[in-house]
């Protein structure tokens, strides 16, 4: 996981990091006023505690197994779950820190060698206990390690033979130490963070300012910019999407960043008066982009923006005062440091995510994405169940539903966006019926009814829980409108001609059921056989792509026309007959009776539709019963 | 002097009946309906439809079904060499029939489609019926007058000879189609929607535009290379699933024959054919004992002057129909005849 560097703890940087983290404090009080708008998730919170005989510790990374690593008194520390917090010692000298830990337990961090070395990286685990990972300097150099990946690779910085400026390196277990070197004029650089593709983040120092950098292996170093206005920029933490962080300063205060290959680097949040102090340190990113920082523990997220963990009540009720988050793992749990009952103690704060699952009432769905599949018109009995951290059913929480409609989907623009009038369908709990319904899932899960529009598409639901709980949707959430197993007709045909209009509608018009389909075609190559000086067939409009109610808005100007509205289920196809307004390309009235007859003989009826009128009149085939 | 208020009271009350029940017989006419006309037999569908300009009418037109005649259909098959079969009938319209007749046709088993005949002023086709639907070897066989004019066909007390098509399959009973002939519906616009109340109705309506008759149909699938077990098997599921739903045959009778063919069946597995037709012909021996007069000749045309398909008048004393008997007669013979042949199985 991404560890917790903060560079300005460097030797020779600290003045500067006071000018801002005073501004910083100041607003602390605004913090409290504005951090709300996080979703409440239900948190617990556990005291790391410290070593035996000691009294204080700080937690600096977090792996996604749970494993904490950080420093408590003067020693490194790992703490797990189950084994509690357990001493990594030193290389010799009198103390030590972790920063970082990967997933298969490896730690790194910084320990002193024995006098009269100083700082040397370290790489601990559990089988080879903790290897001096040395230093570009030799012996008499220093270095420190910030973060590990999950191949085992390390970065950190170490000073050059000369002991005065600072290298990012890149540690493996086969090469060894490897300089990175710097961005064009810079005069140091250190390494803070690495992911699982071997991407490297970091800050370059020049004579008045810093600037970040991303090292990849193929292409280098690259510096990252800055922000609009900023003078300076740092970054610290990388995730395996390759998304990094850090903060700029603009005036004197930090603006915290986000940069990614794509969108470049972007300002976090909308800097008001400079209040965005919250994650004005972000310290780690997970997976997700949820990242965490802040002198004042802070969590910012783009879809909840940012939460002010001291607000949390499992927090504020125990006791807590949490002055920094430095890391986050992709499960979202932080780990940091904090005050309680007078001491600094480590801590380790996690979501009780509950997730809100929607199925078919005996818990089925389609498949991974289609809770069910239902002829337009029709209604569908669904569930919403929430579910805790151990997949068990939580009752009698209060749940919101909405159901919308993809607006492609079906055969259709959904919604008109003329007329938005297109019918959408409704959801129903038995007790009120819309687009939106509540109720509480008691102890069972909440039933609720969702009755089909009449046109075919996808009906995505979303599901909430309220009552300030919150929750998160997962599996199956769209329900199928449609009618299954229509075939396209082929437009390539020596016995047929498809006419007949789509601009109202995405998908072409000619779908039909596979037997209509063989009797339309059959009806024309009888047709042809019969008069093979004739025009062939031109074939109106049949079903759209999924079938269901078949309008024409955008066609006829007017909003929601339905002219088809009996070409729903892939059964009926509309066939040209108009010798006045198609002499030529049309069933002429010498034929039209025969072709009625072979219609008659396959099974269907093909009746006069708009009989007389020189626009419509065209003969509506009913292929099967 | 005291009249008058009376009188006006008695006038207003009369005004506001009269007021009423024109009320009433305006809101009756504009519901939505389908009714059968008794005098004619003719549908009156009343719909909420369109006008010219796509603004809301009600509209009113009259369905004529094609169902006003009363036809029968004599149905013969023989066997053109020992593998294909020839079915012919001779369609009759009776002199009751309000419509000319104009339309014939089955739904068949394996056919040739190139072996079709068609009578003289008549034309006809053999389609596939739902091949991309895993049906395959059904077809649509079927035969119309061929004539532009809506009204034109086979009149009342006439019969049409010549309707053949040939087939490897050997028969079973089914339903023929047959149409009286009259204009098709026409609508002044769409017609009612799939929302409006007649709808359901209307479409029942529709799907029974036809009068079926039992005829002799090749159902009954005939393996090639053959197959004696497969096709006995196919005979029992005839009489199982097809005769006995269509009330042709006594349960108990279909249960006495469905043993002796199920016999048959096992002695050919057994490599036994003369078991298999010692059990043939006690089943064939059933069957006589209902219908003496069967035509016991395997050869020729199977002329049984006196099949009327469904229409016959089984006597009281007879467990199976006339033409159910006869197909089974026919397809029990022409197994024990495969079974002498000595390159068959």
């Not at chain 2, 569908?45 to 005649?69: E, R």
Request: aromatic content about 6%; proline content about 6%.
């Amino acid at each position: 996981m991404t560890p917790t560097p903060f560079v300005a703890r460097i030797a020779g940087e600290s003045e500067r990091m006071k000018t801002y983290r005073n501004s910083i404090l100041s607003t602390v009080l605004w913090i409290f006023l504005t951090a709300t708008c996080h979703a409440q998730t239900t948190w617990t919170i556990i005291n790391l505690g410290v070593l035996p005989g000691g009294r204080a510790s700080s937690a600096n990374s977090i792996n996604n197994s749970g494993q904490v690593v950080g420093r408590a008194d003067s020693d490194a520390f790992l703490w797990s779950s189950g084994s509690g917090m357990q001493d990594l010692g030193t290389l010799g000298g009198t103390q030590s820190t972790a920063r970082g830990i990967n997933g298969s337990g490896q730690v790194v961090g910084n320990s002193l060698v024995p006098f009269p070395g100083g700082n040397h990286a370290f790489l601990w685990s559990s089988g080879l206990g903790m290897q001096d990972l040395g230093t570009l300097a030799g012996d008499m150099g220093v270095s420190d390690a910030y973060g590990i990946n999950n191949s085992g690779q390390v970065v950190g910085w170490s000073s050059t033979v000369g002991g005065s400026v600072q290298r990012p390196f890149l540690w493996s277990s086969g090469s060894g130490m490897q300089n990175l070197g710097t961005l064009p004029g810079a005069s140091d650089c250190v390494a803070s963070g690495i992911n699982d593709s071997s991407q490297v983040v970091g800050t370059c120092f020049f004579s008045s300012f810093r600037h970040a950098f991303l090292w990849s292996p193929g292409s280098g170093m690259q510096d990252l910019g800055i922000l609009p206005g900023a003078s300076d920029c740092q970054a610290f933490g990388i995730s395996d999407n390759g998304q990094v962080v850090g903060f700029c300063l603009i005036s004197n205060f930090p603006r915290p960043f986000l940069w990614s290959s794509g969108s470049g680097m972007q300002n976090l949040g909308p800097l008001p008066s400079g209040n965005d102090v919250l994650v004005s340190e972000p310290a780690g990113i997970n997976n997700s982009g949820q990242v965490v920082g802040g002198v004042h523990a802070a969590l910012w997220s783009s879809g909840s923006g940012t939460l002010d963990l001291n607000t949390l009540p499992a927090v504020s009720s125990a006791g807590w005062s949490l002055g920094t988050a430095n890391a986050i793992n992709n499960a979202g749990q932080i780990v940091g440091s904090g005050t309680i009952n007078g001491q600094l103690h480590a801590y380790l704060l996690t979501p009780v995510n509950h997730v809100i699952k929607l199925s078919r009432p005996d818990g089925s769905s389609i498949n991974d994405t289609i809770l069910d599949e239902i002829e337009p018109g029709k209604t569908t009995t669904l569930i919403a169940r929430v579910y805790d951290q151990n997949n068990q059913v939580v009752p009698n929480v209060d749940v919101q539903l909405e159901v919308k409609v993809k607006e492609h989907s079906g055969g259709h623009l959904h919604p008109n966006i003329d007329t938005r009038n297109r019918p959408e369908g409704y959801l129903s709990n038995g007790v009120t019926a819309g687009a939106i319904v509540s109720g509480n899932t008691g102890s069972a899960g909440l039933l609720f009814a969702f009755v089909t529009p009449d046109p075919a598409g996808d009906h995505p639901i979303t599901a909430k829980c309220t009552g300030g709980k919150t929750c998160t949707q997962q599996g199956p959430d769209t329900v199928w409108v449609g009618i299954k197993g229509l075939v396209t007709l082929s437009s390539v045909s020596a016995t047929y001609e498809l006419v007949g209009f789509t601009q109202s509608h995405p998908a072409d018009s000619h779908r039909l059921t596979p037997k209509s389909s063989d009797n339309i075609g059959a009806a024309a190559t009888i047709y042809r056989s019969r008069f093979p000086t004739a025009p062939i067939l031109r074939l109106n409009d049949a079903s759209l792509e999924r079938g269901g109610l078949f309008d024409s808005s955008a066609h006829t100007g007017k909003p929601w026309q339905i002219p088809h509205e009996t070409h729903r289920l892939g059964k009926e196809i509309d066939v040209r007959w108009n010798p006045i307004k198609w002499p030529d390309t049309g069933i002429s009235d010498n034929n039209v009776v025969k072709f009625q007859k072979i219609i008659l003989d396959l099974g269907g009826v093909a009746q006069r539709a708009y009989v007389g009128n020189p626009n419509n009149q065209h003969l509506h085939v009913i292929l099967e019963h | 002097m005291k009249i008058i208020p009376i009188r006006a009271a008695v006038r207003s009350r009369i005004l506001a009946g009269l007021l009423l029940t024109v009320t009433s017989i305006a809101v009756y006419a504009q519901q939505e309906s389908i009714v059968l006309d008794p005098s004619t037999g003719n549908f009156i569908i009343t719909y909420q439809g369109l006008d010219a300009d796509d603004n809301p009418k009600w509209q009113q037109v009259t369905y004529v079904p094609p169902t006003k005649v009363n036809p029968d259909v004599r149905s013969w098959f023989r066997p053109s060499d020992n593998s294909i079969i020839t079915y012919s009938y001779r369609v009759h319209n009776r002199r009751d029939s309000k419509q000319n007749l104009e339309g014939f046709g089955i739904r068949a088993n394996d056919v040739d489609p190139s072996s079709q005949t068609t009578p003289n002023g008549w034309s006809g086709f053999v389609t596939p019926d739902g091949a991309s639907v895993g049906t395959a070897n059904r077809f649509i066989v079927a035969w119309s007058f061929d004539s532009d004019d809506p009204y034109a066909g086979l009149l009342p007390g006439r019969s049409v000879d010549g309707f053949t098509v040939k087939s490897s399959d050997i028969p079973g009973v089914g339903n023929a189609r047959l149409r009286g002939a009259t204009d098709s519906i026409g609508f002044p616009d769409e017609g009612p929607g799939d929302n409006n109340p007649v709808y359901p109705e209307f479409k029942k309506v529709l799907a029974n535009d036809h009068v079926p008759r039992k005829v002799a149909i090749p159902l009954i699938y005939v393996p090639s290379p053959f197959d004696a077990t497969l096709v006995l098997s196919g005979i029992q599921k005839h009489i199982d699933n097809s005769l006995v739903s269509m009330a042709l045959i006594d349960p108990a009778f279909a249960a006495q024959l469905d043993r002796l063919i199920q016999a048959a069946a096992n002695s050919v597995r057994l490599n036994n054919p003369k078991g298999a037709s010692e059990q043939i012909k006690d089943a064939l021996k059933l069957l006589r004992k209902e219908h003496e007069d069967m035509d016991k000749d395997n050869g020729d045309r199977d002329n049984d002057k006196d099949d009327k398909g469904s229409d016959d008048k089984k006597s009281k004393s007879a467990l199976i129909d006339r033409l159910a008997a006869r197909v089974l007669d026919f397809d029990l013979r022409y197994v024990e005849r495969r079974l002498k042949t000595k390159d068959d199985k």
